[in-house]
């Protein structure tokens, strides 16, 4: 340890060195935005600076280091100022995690649907995704999906499922679908004989005949026009080279 270092810790008491650690938090979540970054190659238009974009963005733990080292600095100026910052910085860490999760309602349904698989009864089989059935009935966690088949009832993915009535988003049935042509694409879209979808929302104009998701990627394209996020672009922008 430097000399720097070492006076730091000898003036700060422990109870601060341990709040200042919460400073480091994000770096749990590391492994996340490594994998999120590598889709900054798909398709650059600059390698260079893709990968000095990407090199940036993943040393942030050691942008934090240099915050919770000025941080304990600033403990022997202004002891009120340097016990605040790393408070509020975790209360924000948290809160944009949790809505990066859905918010509480979403993570709450999480939990229930983890508990949920410790808790069926004996008659009851497990499909996957929150999703179960009994003889008579199919189960979203503990909620019925009233009127839902249960011989042709089909797990589509985490979100869609579907049987010879209805396709269902999240549990719940949408009556705008067409059962028998319905076809989930990839990254949130799906598509029928009439529409094209994003989650369960139609994307208004978007030509279900012609329109293709693009992979890898959250682009799609049909006859007239181009799509991200379910959302109407520019064609220029999309990630792809594809005519």
């Known amino acids: ?28 979540v590391w492994p996340l935005v490594f994998f999120t970054t590598v889709f900054f190659f798909d398709n650059p238009k ?33 002891k009120l ?13 948290m809160v944009s995690a ?12 999480l939990w229930t649907q983890i508990n949920s698989t410790q808790d069926i009864v004996p008659d009851q089989n497990q499909f996957c995704c929150g999703f179960t059935t009994d003889s008579t ?6 909620t019925i999906i009233g009127n839902a088949d249960v011989s042709s009832f089909e ?7 579907k049987d010879k009535n209805s396709v269902y988003f999240n549990g719940k049935p949408i009556s705008i679908i067409d059962s028998k042509t319905f076809r989930y694409l990839d990254y949130h879209y799906a598509v029928d004989k009439f529409y094209v979808y994003y989650d369960d929302q139609i994307i208004e104009g978007a030509d279900a005949a012609t ?13 007239n026009y181009c799509y991200r996020y379910g959302e109407r672009v520019d064609c220029n922008v999309l990630l792809t080279n594809e005519e």
């Not at 605040?84 to 924000?92: G, M, V």
């Open 137 to 142: 009935s199919i189960f979203y966690n503990d």
């Open 211 to 223: 329109f293709k998701h693009i992979d890898g990627t959250q682009d799609g394209k049909d006859k």
């Open 46 to 78: 600059s390698f260079f600076l893709t990968f000095l974009l990407f090199i940036a963005v993943n040393a942030y733990p050691l942008y934090l280091i240099g915050i919770l080292l000025l941080n304990a600095r600033l403990f022997r100026r202004n």
């Open 1 to 28: 340890m430097t000399d720097n270092g070492q006076d730091i810790k000898q003036n700060n008491p422990a109870w601060f060195r341990l709040l200042n650690l919460t400073f480091l938090l994000p770096c749990i």
């Open 98 to 109: 949790i809505q990066f999760l859905g918010g509480l309602e979403n993570i709450k349904a």
């Open 81 to 93: 100022l340097a016990t605040i910052l790393p408070i509020a910085f975790s209360l924000t860490f």
């Open 155 to 161: 797990i589509i993915n985490f979100h869609w499922a």
